[in-house]
């Protein structure tokens, strides 16, 4: 069936370093995929939402030069933390619509993003 | 724009007991509804979802649901705990039509006693 996968599932990385995350579509093709971060013990909160071949719409807040999204393919995208800081620690989770309309969003498994 | 409340920011339970975790939703007309596991580090499993149809919802791991519009809820339910399902659960709501983009609750973290 659709699956989303998402790699790494954890990465420890200095304090400056940039960090990409990437978000595949396995079996089926997503025109638009959603990042989401997650806080311990939080919710999910909608980042970006991001578009084959064309820019990222970012929710308000997020800042966009922080959280690079690329959506090169109809199969995959990626989120680049730059530049990273202890503060954006977090948990990363990609979605991508289901290729059936009946069904809801399939999400990766996340990533764990630690900086030291 | 939709939102979901989670009262319950944790609940404790015996194993082999009943539960029941409360959802409510504010949206202006009939939503999509979606309950979620997380597991610790884990990504999300879609536990049941409505879309229409029979306001009670069957789901995995014998889990189901009710759909009360004049309540504006929809509790997740189980009539006997196993230690396993100890984890993280998320109601989410997504405006009916579209893509599905849902809104999460804050979660409410399910413990199992022995």
């Known amino acids: 069936g659709a699956v989303v996968s998402q790699h790494p599932s954890w990465v420890i990385c200095k304090s400056g370093t940039s960090v990409k995350i990437e978000c595949r579509s396995l079996?089926?093709?997503?025109?638009?995929m959603f990042w989401y971060r997650q806080f311990p013990k939080q919710s999910l909160m909608l980042m970006a939402t991001?578009?084959?071949?064309?820019?990222?719409?970012?929710e308000q807040g997020v800042e966009k030069d922080k959280f690079l999204i690329n959506h090169a393919s109809l199969t995959l995208s990626t989120l680049t933390v730059t530049s990273a800081h202890p503060e954006d620690s977090s948990f990363y989770i990609c979605s991508a619509p289901a290729p059936d309309s009946n069904q809801p969003q399939h999400f990766g498994d996340g990533t764990r993003l630690s900086i030291l | 724009a939709q939102s979901v409340t989670q009262p319950d920011i944790h609940i404790t339970v015996s194993e082999g007991a009943s539960l029941e975790l409360r959802c409510n939703y504010s949206y202006g007309a009939t939503p999509y509804l979606f309950w979620y596991v997380q597991s610790p580090g884990q990504g999300l499993q879609l536990l049941l979802k409505?879309?229409?149809?029979?306001?009670l919802v069957q789901g995995i791991k014998g889990f189901e649901a009710e759909f009360k519009r004049s309540q504006s809820s929809f509790n997740l339910r189980k009539p006997s705990v196993h230690w396993s399902d100890a984890a993280e659960y998320f109601c989410?709501?997504?405006?009916?039509?579209?893509?599905?983009?849902?809104?999460f609750g804050r979660g409410t973290s399910l413990i199992v006693h022995p």
């Open positions: 409505y879309f229409s149809g029979d306001t």
């Open positions: 989410a709501v997504a405006p009916s039509g579209g893509s599905y983009i849902p809104t």
């Open positions: 991001s578009n084959e071949g064309s820019k990222a719409t970012y």
């Open positions: 079996d089926f093709q997503a025109t638009t």
